[in-house]
């Protein structure tokens, strides 16, 4: 079968968005409905026998069972006739957006289909990541028409506490308290920033790092929520970015208040670079 690498395909980046409720993640997975298996499966439908091999998706960030996306990317890599095939008779690559959304549930969106430079990879040439976690913490906001997005709190939390505990957490650093172990993977990440805010009385999270691990996001705002309610002390946040573990002090935050908004990536003349330096180890300082 034909590659970028040597000549006979080409790489399609997807830009996407979803509703994770109904998804189990985005990684696919016997017996589950998920983001990445929904697609693949719509994107073998419509190449048919055009390729030798199923298209086979790479995504910038393996969103959790429940998380939702308005700013996902992927790429694809497909022969010219699995191109063809996708697009349609007298379509270009435009076409395969509007293809693959008719193919999927109402719950999936392809905003954007376009061909990607030969270097561009999307997990490892992006050099951000950027989510929202949404909590109504008052009974007067809680919004019904937003309880799938919006973590309704059953307290009002201390935004002063919040903003206090994470004043400076931003910085690279062994983020191992906060994240899930997986064997072989590092947990230092760069984590650019992490604010908290009020929009129309609703407290906002944001964060923004060039990569995150597992349950990384939900566990940081887990512990925001946990010091916002006075179970963990503002300084506790500072010694824990310090530990060497996962720590069982705060649970994670459920799933559903957490949206991916954006992925950036360098100019195409820095996205080789890019992608080889997100697949060296990082290394705390």
Do not use: K, N
């Amino acid at each position: 079968m034909g590659s970028v690498e040597d000549g006979g395909g080409v790489r399609v980046r997807l830009d996407l968005a979803y509703d994770g409720t109904d998804f189990s993640g985005w990684a696919a997975q016997p017996g589950r409905r998920t983001v990445q298996g929904v697609l693949e499966e719509a994107l073998a439908t419509a190449t048919g026998r055009a390729g030798q091999e199923p298209p086979r998706l790479v995504v910038a960030g393996r969103t959790d069972a429940g998380v939702h996306a308005s700013g996902q990317v992927a790429h694809v890599d497909l022969t010219r006739l699995q191109l063809a095939a996708l697009a349609g008779r007298g379509g270009g690559v435009d076409a395969v957006a509007r293809r693959l959304t008719g193919m999927v549930g109402a719950d999936l969106v392809v905003h954007r289909a376009s061909i990607a430079p030969r270097d561009f990879d999307a997990r490892f040439s992006a050099v951000f990541r950027r989510y929202r976690y949404r909590v109504a913490d008052r009974l007067e906001l809680h919004d019904p028409l937003q309880r799938a997005r919006t973590l309704h709190h059953p307290r009002p939390l201390d935004d002063r506490a919040i903003q206090e505990a994470f004043a400076d957490v931003a910085g690279l650093h062994d983020f191992a308290a906060f994240c899930r172990p997986r064997p072989g993977a590092t947990t230092v990440r760069d984590l650019r920033s992490f604010a908290w805010r009020r929009e129309r009385g609703v407290l906002v999270a944001e964060v923004l790092a060039d990569a995150f691990c597992h349950h990384m996001v939900r566990a940081l705002v887990g512990a925001g929520l946990a010091v916002g309610v006075g179970r963990l002390p503002p300084g506790r946040i500072g010694e824990l970015l310090v530990a060497s573990s996962r720590s069982g002090e705060f649970a994670l935050a459920p799933a559903h208040g957490l949206t991916l908004v954006e992925v950036g990536y360098p100019a195409e003349d820095g996205l080789a670079a890019q992608a080889e330096r997100a697949r060296a180890r990082r290394e705390a300082v």
